[in-house]
DNA sequence: ACAAGTCGGTTGTATTTACAACAGAAAGAG
DNA sequence: CTCTTTCTGTTGTAAATACAACCGACTTGT
């Protein structure tokens, strides 16, 4: 795990902690190191979770199939985030949707448990982890807000822009990737994906924006 | 703010804290109530707050309107709930919608530094109150992604099935009452109130439901 | 009791979206 | 390199939605 630890120091998670004190917590938080192929299930809808989930490597998507094959991408994780961290309270039930690898991907999981209890031993960092727990769950709540916000406009146009300036101010530019195909950000803002793109183009042809695969500028 | 105390020892903030020892911590946090008319503004898109807020009377709704007049009712505050939860952190930006007073309510505000810097005098419930809290934004989480599940389906019938029947799995029963009338029902969903009401009552034609003003069955 | 306002249901039409189907470009496998 | 697969854009049609307008039932305030 020695190898992912550029990667750990920078997380929300150990925000604030000591790179010798990670490595004592790793062992104190119960911390495993798993391994996912491209397509790979790393949770599924319905199961009970009882670890918090970091991504060191690879791509997640979380996502929710319906009964007639429709998916609605609820999110997206990238390298050093996490998952899960809004499921370690007790009276939290089942799991929503699926969390699926997207490319091949290396996850750490922490013991809730080992958490949330007040740890005996010497670790002291375990108020400033749930500290931090709290901020990541608090981000993630902020963004939920933002894509209820996004889909929460009526037509794919108003969808699209909502979204695409969301972006563009959160990269601080108006040129920006996003972490989509068309496919992708059709089941992410729940909508048909040959309209969007249809609404795309018509938005380039009337000079809104210029955009190539994943890359945007708004004009 | 005696006269809350009944109401304060059941929100989640204060869960596992008695109620002698609330009543320090309603000093230690820098409690203030304030009251507000039917239709006042509790806060502002785009204000900085500094404060969580427990309602204690009265009834609150999360909305945003955008340029063209269109509502989106995010989500909905009763009493005993509380709201800001997710707003503590430094590095939160400004508030992405409005809370509106339904009825004429009453809050308690609770200083947001007080809550997160450790207390160095006899209150030894920070901690507990940063896991209260680290709940509570988890619990509003999992709300926000069953909300997106909903909203996120295609068609109005089935945002509202999806909507009605996971409030009817909340209240463990087929017949509930929802915080909502018709147009806030359809802001709430993002969908438009005559279609919607023309799918209701289909859905009612079709043996699928009975309801009554706020009032639903599911058959 | 009356007037004014709110609420829920209904209808028709214009607009928008979903779906299916297809074609060219790009990416990946052997 | 060639074949296969994936991705993106395009189009036409069927279906669903938004919008406006209206009505009757019910509330509220005076």
Redesign the interface.
């Known amino acids: 795990m020695q190898q992912y630890m550029q990667i750990l120091k920078n997380t929300k998670l150990f925000s604030g902690v000591r790179e010798e004190e990670i490595e004592t917590m790793l062992i104190c938080l119960g911390a495993t190191l798993h391994q996912y192929k491209k397509g790979d299930y790393v949770f599924r809808t319905g199961e009970y979770i009882h670890n918090l989930t970091v991504l060191v490597e690879g791509s997640l998507h979380i996502q929710?199939d319906?009964y007639w094959g429709?998916r609605?991408i609820?999110g997206h994780i990238a390298v050093g985030e996490m998952f899960g961290?809004?499921?370690?309270?007790p009276?939290?039930?089942p799991l929503?949707?699926d969390v699926v690898a997207l490319k091949d991907s290396c996850v750490i999981f922490f013991d809730v448990d080992r958490i949330?209890s007040v740890c005996t031993s010497a670790c002291k960092f375990h108020?400033l982890t749930?500290?931090n727990?709290?901020?990541a769950?608090?981000?993630?709540?902020?963004r939920?807000?933002?894509?209820?916000?996004h889909?929460?406009?009526?037509t794919t146009r108003e969808k699209l822009l909502s979204y695409l300036s969301d972006e563009a101010k959160r990269s601080k530019s108006s040129s920006f990737f996003i972490p989509f195909n068309r496919q992708q950000l059709a089941d992410f803002l729940?909508v048909d994906r040959s309209a969007m793109s249809n609404e795309l183009c018509k938005m380039r042809d009337e000079g809104l924006m210029e955009f190539n695969k994943n890359h945007f500028t708004l004009l």
Chains 1, 2 share one sequence.
């Open positions: 929710k319906d429709n609605a609820l961290e809004a499921y370690l309270s009276d939290s039930g929503p949707n949330l108020s749930v500290k727990l709290f901020f769950v608090s981000e993630k709540n902020r939920l807000v933002a894509k209820l916000g889909i929460s406009n009526r729940s």
